[in-house]
């Protein structure tokens, strides 16, 4: 994985609750084994325009497809972004259209952890800050870029005032180093291996 | 003496499974169980090999095909999805390269996977079962851990038999009292979550409890556990007791004789301390709940089918106003109309949610000397194979299909885009799943979350209809 340290760009606001991975990545769009090219399916129902089903043009309403947004590697939303399938494409369509960093006012369980193992940083944060960050980027995307530091846990907006954010101190040295959890993991194999022999004798109805 | 410490069923079994507590307050917990799906464990299982990782233990580790795989009779490895043939294929080859247990297509004890990993007695009480599918919630009605992850934990999961996380806070769900007629799980969980939100659970294991689950059927506790996770529930659970005993007893992967009798008595002992704490408990009055069905496109959007459509000015923030206004306008709807008596074109009765025996009983039950209205299309997917073979033991296929229902084959099938179908654009659809959310079930399909009985009633009155005045005809 690609260290992750500091990260500069445009963003867009989707100020609605509840976005679940079914909207970013709808399953008729998980059309291959593999983690890359799905950046295409990112958003498929609200990004592009359909004659029954069939794709047929861009729809230019869509906040992504605004030329305001152009080159957009942060997005804003509100509460719960991310709830519903656990299918980790939502992540890899958001990391191959180019997403670095998403600021909500909650994530799904499940879509946040695979967020960190992507490089893409989840940031919770309350109601008041999402709505300051609003109000400083969104009139001019282009020239109000939201500057986001990991090291430092800051988010920095056009007026130059730091807002700072939260992020498990495990998470934040995975993702600054770009180190694989499982290797990090593997360093506990004889942990592993002597609870699975204590376990084999306490709980032996629980190993086949 | 040192006081002991009153702990929760869900303290039990993680504190049992911790390997190592880290510096960060995260641990390293023991996995007795994977579980993958073609969709998410395909791709798993070959990034895993590319990374150069073996499974660590095969013997824990299972597989089925739900997720891609055609419904329809007389199916095989294509399917009407662009890709799916390479995802069947893939895991399939996967699963025989790392020395997994596949319930592949044709076996006779395949189906989706929260399904058989009960029937077959792989989950059992007290265990940690860990599957790359956000329902995997569903198993904590046998006593465990069902912990839904994505597909780089799962890679985690398979190489290490551990995932890392921290213990969740808990939260306990109280149903108190009698059901009233005509009231399912299904209604007391949609209830649950439209009284406290899709978020309402964010970051809590929930426990239910309470007069109404210990006199809950086994099937109905699965039901009410699935829909944790619709909850934002890190994951559900309910204390085992005698019901679940006696279901897994001489199952295919339950333990036999002595060994039986010393997990049933170490089972007993699994159930929150009368004196624990939880960070957060709620208590429903089970006779309040109506029979509940969705109006919008999270599972919150929902009210007792005799009630209308909520009006805007009732949402709590502008978010949620943007939400309800952006579903209201998807669904077709209007704010402050009644929901009962929309005319639909869709009946769908299947998923990990509501495919089981009891499921498609009670919509038989109903369905019996009826035929489906004109104009709708009805599907009814039994969750698995041995679902299917008993129901048609009963009779039951020939009910469904003299109905005008499609008898399909174990599997996902239309609670999304599984085998490459979906509903027609704009249809209005009533169904036994789990998600409503915008495009699901189809391109602009719009999705209503009800009880099956509700799905067979609606399907035959040819419009949402409520239960109860189906069953006093």
Redesign the interface.
Known sequence: MKPFEQHIGVCADI????V?T??II???E??????QGLGEGLFA?WRYL?E??EKVGENSEFVLNKPAFANTSILLS???FG??????HA?WALRDFGIRVIIA??F????K??CA??GILAIPLA?ESIRHLREQTQHDPQTCLLSVDLAQLTITTPDGNPLSFDM???DREMLLKGL???DY??Q??S??ES??KE?SNS?????? | MQKRVSTTLFDKIWDSHV??S?P?G?A?V?L?RVFLHE??G??AL??LKA?D?AVKNP??AFATMDHIVDTLPGRGDKTL???GE??IR?MRRASNEANLTLFDIHHQDHGIAHLISAEQAIT?P??VVAC???HTCTLGALGAIGW??????C??AL????L?G?KPKQMRVCFEGDLPPGVTAKDMILHLIAKYT??GA??HAVEFAGSTIEHLPLEARFTLCNMA?EF?A?TGIIAPDQVVFDYLQNRN?A?KGE??E??EA?WRELKSDSDAVFDREIVIKSEAIAPTITWGT?P?HAIPVDGKVPALNEAV????R??MK?ALDYMGLNPGQPIEGLPIQGAFIGSCTNSRLSDLRAAASILNNHRVAPGVRAICTPGSAQVKRAAEQEGLDQIFLEAGFEWREPGCSLC???G?E?FG?EERVITSTN?N????QG?KTRSHLASPAAVAASAIAGEIVDVRKVNGR
Not at chain 1, 30 to 35: A, C, D, G, H, T
Not at chain 2, 148 to 153: H, L, M, P
Not at chain 2, 437 to 440: A, H, L, S
Request: hydrophobic share 30%; net charge neutral.
């Open positions: 100020p609605i609750n509840n679940d079914d909207q709808p399953s008729r998980m059309n291959r084994v593999s983690k129902g359909y029954g089903t509100a509460q719960n709830c519903g399938s656990s299918r980790e992540v006012e909650s799904g369980r499940i879509f952890n695979n193992r992507n109601p498990p101190t495990f694989d959890y499982i993991t593997l506990f194999e942990d592993i609870f699975i376990d709980r032996p109805w629980a190993h086949l | 390997v190592k880290l960060d995260s390293l023991y007795d969709r998410t395909s791709v070959e990034s990374a990782h013997r824990h999805m662009p890709g390479n995802y893939t059992l007290g265990l790359p599918d956000s839904g992850i994505g597909t780089s934990d890679e985690h190489a290490t038999q551990t890392r921290t899709a978020s964010a970051g996770v934002s890190f992967y333990p060994l039986w010393k997990a170490h999270s919150q923030d502008e978010n949620e943007a939400a952006v999304f885009f599984a490459g979906s654009i998600r959310f915008r495009g699901r391109r």
